[in-house]
């Protein structure tokens, strides 16, 4: 069971088909622990990172161990998804990707995130929501959605 801290929120994690190994890049300490623990207690080996130096780092020491890279939009130092997003898929354009933010996402990322199939996942979320995002998917489906939350202007 996970439970959030102050909230009566408990979910069963999803079944997983395939452990993945991700990055999490996120500058707030806390949520960077629960997002890793979250992630580590549905079967994934997580790798995290506070800034982009520390992400950029990791990156290239486990190049071809991490399969799915999870970005927060804004951070403080400047190196959020804007700086590392093109930097990671010059060294691997397939590797799958995940944007988060608690503010909309910039057009021109949208635009990026669409072009490489990867997706949004909207602050706050709730555990099982992150679990999902790790999960495979089908992006050719007539039905998928790339994202997971508010993703318009003033949608939060």
């Known amino acids: ?6 909230s009566p929120f408990d979910c069963e994690p999803p079944e997983m088909s395939t452990p993945r ?3 999490v890049v996120d500058d707030e300490e806390q949520l960077l622990r629960l997002m890793a623990r979250i992630l580590e207690r549905g079967g994934h080996r997580v790798l995290s990172a506070a800034n982009g130096d ?3 780092r990791l990156f290239r020491a486990h190049a071809d161990e991490i399969e799915i890279v999870l ?3 804004l951070m403080p ?3 959020g998804a804007e700086a590392l997003l093109p930097e990671f898929l010059s060294e691997r354009p397939g590797i799958d990707v995940i944007l988060s933010s608690g503010d ?3 057009e021109a990322l949208e635009t990026e995130l669409e072009r ?3 997706r949004f996942l909207h602050k706050p979320f709730v555990p099982r929501s992150l679990l999902r995002m790790l999960e495979p998917v089908e992006t050719d489906r007539p039905d ?3 994202a997971v939350g508010p993703f318009e202007s003033g949608g939060a």
Request: no cysteine; net charge negative; aromatic share 8%.
């Open 21 to 23: 190994t991700a990055l």
């Open 54 to 56: 520390e992400a950029r």
């Open 71 to 73: 970005l927060d939009v």
């Open 77 to 79: 130092d400047g190196d």
């Open 144 to 146: 998928f959605v790339a």
């Open 116 to 118: 490489v199939g990867g």
């Open 1 to 6: 069971m996970f439970r959030l801290a102050g």
């Open 104 to 106: 909309a996402l910039p």
